[in-house]
């Protein structure tokens, strides 16, 4: 075993410049310049692996060349979402004039000083300003020992992660330790990624413990809290929000998309001026608040007088959320989050919509993401019976009005659909949750849970679509799960007391059962049918385990259909026919058969059965569904 190296967590000690290929000029002009002048600097080629690598071993500071050109640049994004991930300073250098950074390198760079150097005529002096800005940096750096110590400097390094049982491989193009970081760049299934950590050697052990972050460009990172998700949590349950309003807040992107957000679900809020209003004319934050009550905090000799404004509106607003959440009722929370697909349809073309979260709790639905006209915050309301509305407020631009029908499965997911609708437009829209479960997975549990029942319930607006065992005209397609092979049955039979459920089957079919004209019977012909029934009803035969599954199976569903009985009422009996020997041969035939069998089977089935099952979470219908995995199991296994 090779001694691994003394783990020393050293920074880099030179500057970095990041560019995109139109700048290389500028690059090298700056590096000339900086040496000139002292400062010890790094210039790497177009190579976003030699970049990262050069970032994690020798960057101290990094000067990113902002234009719209390298905002463009996909290599300068990863770059820079690396470096803003391990937390180098950052220096920015804006090379263009009349140019405001956005999107992904507005976030980055929100909070950073920039030198602005877009005039060849005062070049030198811009220079000498970036220099005295850069000292500082240097400074602390000089007289350390900069020898570097590499643990692993990989560039096809290989990797997997498992998610719910499910094993998922990493492709690496770059994998470095060095200096006690971890660096690196890839793809998996989600999309492009790079990571950064830091590495240390366990006291008097030569282990390494690891703990590093993975970043998906432009999406999410794993291992780190949701800022977004945070702002959100706060906002919806705030009974007041305060502002402190300033230049700096109005030019930050995660106060605007917080604000507009507040703005949306109509909280209270409070503004705090900590400057003068003239410098918030004509920007987001200035029009927001020109409606709003504001407090004055400019003058400190105001101070008291201000803040105690301030807190008797935290006090009425205190009161009015309690009054507020006494009388709300409750309804259910549907999804407290995870992945969330979207689309919406205009002119004929689907659009996709990329969400950062979205959650459905006690009525008020939120979320947040991307799409392809501008980023947007989510939130509205949604009732226990399904109805949902919300806004869809784009930041800085026009809001759409979302309306539609909410529907949840059993595992815990859901699903929107409706329209949308600005002005006079308007079209259809979807959201999903995305299950990471495997249907085999829950199908089993399922199965291991099944439990006879005994049930006299009547379910007089049940439709057939919800039940699984079929009418008449629908038996010849299940029994071509059956091969044509006829075996002898040689056991007692035995007959089934249903006395019970005569009165149940006889007094619900008053109603109208089902969308099937072969689940109807005329109600005038109930009494003088009944001693008939009666009868028929008696020699239906419980299920011997010697017996044939699927020529009992099919046997009662030709007694079914001589009763004509509806779906309804087939279901109703069925749970009563499956159950102490019956329920043993299904257990024992299904926990037998081999796992291709089982799996092949489950797909086999799923593709008509398994989506309405999702609807009816009634024993009996799982019931059913269990017996026709099993009877297609048992098929299986002789073939095999």
């Keep these: 075993m090779i001694k691994p190296p003394k783990v020393s967590h050293r920074q880099g000690s030179k500057v970095m410049i990041s560019y995109c290929s139109c700048q290389y000029d500028l690059a090298q002009k700056l590096v000339k310049g900086l040496i000139a002048r002292r400062i010890p600097v790094v210039c790497p080629s177009m190579n976003i692996h030699e970049m990262i690598k050069i970032a994690t071993q020798e960057a101290r500071v990094v000067l990113p060349l902002m234009s719209e050109a390298y905002e ?19 220096i920015p250098i804006k090379t263009q004039a009349n140019y405001s950074q956005s ?3 507005g976030v980055i760079c929100a909070a950073a000083l920039f030198i602005k150097m877009t005039n060849t005529d005062n070049f030198e002096q811009k220079l000498n300003s970036l220099a005295e800005q850069l000292h500082p940096y240097i400074s602390d750096s000089r007289g350390e020992d900069q020898k570097v110590e590499t643990l692993v400097d990989e560039t096809l390094a290989q990797g997997y992660y ?32 790079v990571i950064n950590g830091k590495y240390t050697r366990l006291s008097g052990t030569e282990d390494l413990e690891f703990q590093f972050k993975k970043h998906y460009i432009g999406r999410h990172t794993v291992q780190k809290g949701n800022i977004n998700t945070a702002m959100a949590t706060g906002v919806e349950g705030a009974a007041l929000i305060i502002s402190f309003d300033t230049v700096a807040y109005s030019k930050s992107i995660n106060c605007q998309k917080e604000f507009t957000y507040a703005l949306q679900l109509k909280k209270n809020i409070v503004p705090v001026l900590l400057e003068h209003a003239n410098n918030l004319q004509n920007t987001w934050l200035g029009n927001s608040i020109a409606s709003l009550n504001t407090i004055n905090m400019q003058d400190e000799s105001q ?27 409750q309804v259910i929370t549907r999804f407290e989050g995870g992945i969330v697909t979207g689309k919406y349809c205009q002119y004929g073309q689907d659009f996709d919509m990329v969400f950062d979260f979205f959650s459905l709790r006690e009525g008020r639905v939120s979320g947040q993401g991307n799409d392809t006209i501008a980023p947007f915050t989510m939130a ?9 509305c919300f806004t869809k407020q784009y930041v800085g631009k026009h809001a759409v009005i979302y309306k539609g029908n909410l529907t949840c499965d059993n595992l815990g997911g859901f699903k929107i659909e409706g329209k949308w609708n600005i002005g006079d437009l308007t079209d259809y829209f979807c959201l999903e949750s995305v299950s990471t479960g495997k249907a085999n997975i829950w199908l089993e549990i399922t199965l291991m849970n099944i439990k006879p029942t005994r049930s006299t319930t009547v379910f007089t607006h049940t439709t057939i679509d919800s039940l699984l065992l079929p009418s008449k005209k629908e038996k010849q397609q299940l029994l071509m799960m059956s091969n044509s092979e006829q075996i002898n049955i040689d056991s007692t039979l035995t007959t089934l007391d249903l006395h019970k459920n ?18 109807q019977r005329p109600a005038e012909n109930d009494q003088n049918q009944q001693s008939l029934m009666q009868q028929r009803l008696n020699s239906i035969q419980k299920f011997d385990r010697h017996r044939n599954p699927k020529i009992w199976l099919k046997h009662i569903i030709e007694k079914f259909d001589l009763l004509q009985l509806s779906s309804l009422e087939r279901n109703e009996l069925i749970s009563e026919i499956l159950t102490g020997d ?6 024992a035939g299904y926990y037998g058969a081999t796992t291709l069998a089982k799996r092949y089977a489950q ?23 269990s017996l026709l995995l099993l009877l297609t199991i048992q098929e299986l296994c002789k073939s095999m």
């Design 72 to 90: 463009a640049s996909q290599t300068a994004k990863y770059l820079m979402s690396y470096v803003d991930e391990a937390g180098i300073p950052i």
């Design 103 to 105: 999107g992904w390198l």
């Design 162 to 193: 498992i998610q719910n049982g499910e094993k998922f491989d990493m492709t690496f193009d770059l994998f470095v330790m060095t200096n006690g970081y971890i660096a690196g760049e890839g793809n998996d299934e989600i999309g492009s990624f």
């Design 303 to 329: 101070f008291d007088s201000s803040f105690k404004a301030l807190l008797q509106r935290i006090n009425i607003a205190l009161k009015e959320k309690e009054v507020e959440d006494s009388d709300r009722s």
């Design 380 to 388: 509205g309301y949604y009732d226990n019976e399904g109805k949902v």
């Design 502 to 519: 005569v009165k149940t089957i006889t007094e619900s079919t008053t109603s109208t059962l089902g969308h099937d004209l072969d689940d």
């Design 582 to 587: 019956a329920l043993i041969w299904h257990s």
């Design 603 to 625: 797909s086999y089935i799923k593709g008509t059965i398994f989506p309405m099952l999702f609807h009816s979470a009634r024993t009996k219908d799982m019931v059913i569904f």
